[in-house]
């Protein structure tokens, strides 16, 4: 007997993608669910060769749902993951909303799997923000080997994160400069087409924003709180897949070529470096790959026991949907959950 799962936000980017995935890595589900707002009742999405009509989330009983996958937004997160939980449904949320909740394991699964088990608190488990993700993929190899002290990252992260409108105004914008039209700006401060803009998420008073203030915390709660961590986040014209130039100052001697070795054999980690143009990775190569690319690795004579690298992944797949499939398939495989149907 298999499980049943339900999709939050199923209309959206993410949404979408977990559809996708669940199909494409064949998750023991005897049944998926679509589910997204009143307005997108009886819209149609695929799950495999499937077509699946959207339910309404509003009046959906979810007593005999297994998984909730939720990627529908921090104030529909906030409102409804409680209720889904109390059905006892395992909510794996893609939204900032449970993050930073001391009872709410945040997880990735090649990072920190062990954590999921801690769902029980409150039947939530939250996934991290899409930067972070594929960040701490990388990272946690290095810092089992030699101890990170200190990351200095910038991220180039595409319009995906922002959602389908901010890939609208993208390509909207786009086609208006080729056709000498006047280019609108809504979803975005400033124009994007051909543009870069340092600044996603709110400003809060330090003068970071709230997508470097995010990385910081979740690298800490998945990885080491001891880790320092500084970021500047920019958004760039690319649709899909996040770029990262990362920084890294450890505590023990660790070498490129050491690094390049334990990188590779690393779940989740994929290495593309060769000192030859093309011989890394873009996010054209990443957009629709389940990997985190790693490239450019090399020595910082600027710092003791210090490495930089590019770091490229697919941020709508590891950075949300995959991420969330993955932790569902650590629930199972770890014999955390049972279905409902064969318990009763």
Not at 25 to 38: C, H, I, M, Y
């Given at each position: 007997?298999?499980?049943?799962?339900?999709?939050?936000?199923?209309?959206g980017?993410?949404g979408r993608e977990m559809?996708?995935?669940l199909?494409e890595?064949?998750?023991?589900?005897?049944?998926?669910?679509?589910?997204?707002?009143?307005r997108?009742l009886?819209v149609?999405?695929?799950y495999?060769?499937r077509?699946?009509?959207c339910?309404?989330l509003d009046?959906?009983d979810?007593s005999?749902?297994d998984?909730?996958?939720?990627?529908?937004?921090?104030?529909v997160s906030k409102?409804?993951?409680?209720?889904?939980a109390?059905?006892g449904?395992?909510?794996?949320?893609?939204?900032s909303a449970w993050?930073y909740d001391?009872d709410?394991p945040l997880?990735?699964p090649?990072?920190n799997?062990?954590?999921?088990?801690?769902?029980r608190?409150k039947?939530i488990?939250?996934?991290?923000?899409?930067?972070t993700?594929?960040?701490?993929?990388a990272?946690?190899?290095?810092h089992?080997?030699?101890?990170i002290?200190r990351v200095?990252v910038?991220?180039?992260?595409?319009v995906?994160?922002?959602g389908?409108?901010a890939?609208d105004?993208l390509?909207?914008q786009?086609k208006?400069?080729?056709?000498?039209?006047?280019?609108e700006?809504k979803?975005?401060?400033k124009r994007?087409a051909?543009?870069?803009i340092?600044?996603?998420?709110v400003?809060?008073e330090?003068g970071?924003?709230?997508e470097e203030?995010k990385?910081?915390?979740?690298?800490k709660?998945?990885l080491d709180?001891?880790?320092k961590?500084?970021a500047?986040c920019?958004r760039v014209?690319?649709?899909?897949?996040?770029s990262e130039?990362?920084n890294i100052?450890?505590?023990?001697p660790?070498?490129a070529?050491e690094?390049?070795?334990i990188?590779?054999?690393?779940?989740?980690c994929?290495v593309?470096?060769?000192?030859e143009?093309?011989?890394y990775?873009?996010?054209?190569?990443a957009?629709?790959?389940?990997?985190?690319?790693?490239?450019r690795?090399?020595e910082d004579a600027?710092?003791?026991?210090?490495?930089?690298?590019w770091?490229?992944?697919?941020?709508?797949?590891?950075g949300?949907?995959l991420n969330?499939?993955?932790i569902?398939e650590?629930l199972?495989?770890r014999?955390?959950i049972?279905?409902?149907?064969?318990?009763?």
């Open positions: 007997m298999g499980y049943k799962v339900a999709v939050v936000g199923a209309t980017n993410v559809l996708a995935i199909a890595r064949q998750f023991p589900a005897d049944e998926v669910v679509a589910l997204a707002s009143r997108s009886g149609e999405v695929s495999g060769d077509r699946l009509k339910k309404a009046n959906y979810f005999d749902i998984i909730c996958l939720m990627s529908a937004g921090g104030t409102e409804w993951a409680p209720k889904i109390a059905a449904a395992v909510v794996i949320d893609n939204s993050r001391a709410v997880v990735v090649e990072v799997a062990d954590a999921a088990a801690g769902f608190k039947n488990i939250a996934n991290p923000n899409c930067s993700a594929q960040l701490v993929v990272l946690k190899p290095l089992d080997y030699a101890t002290k200095v910038a991220t180039y992260q595409s995906s994160g922002a389908k409108e890939m105004e390509d909207r786009t208006a400069i080729y056709s000498l039209r006047d280019i700006t979803k975005f401060p994007i051909f543009n870069l340092p600044h996603i998420d400003f809060m330090d970071f924003t709230k203030w990385m910081v915390v979740e690298t709660k998945i709180p001891k880790i961590l500084v500047t920019v014209p690319v649709f899909i897949g996040h130039a990362v100052e450890f505590e023990k660790i070498t070529d690094a390049r070795e990188l590779r054999k690393a779940p989740g994929l593309i470096d060769k000192h143009p093309g011989g990775v873009t996010p054209i190569e957009a629709g790959e389940d990997a985190t690319y790693i490239s690795i090399r600027t710092v003791e026991n210090g490495l930089v690298m770091v490229v992944s697919d941020n709508l797949r590891k949300a949907a969330a499939v993955q569902a650590v199972v495989n014999k955390l049972e279905a409902k149907r064969k318990a009763a």
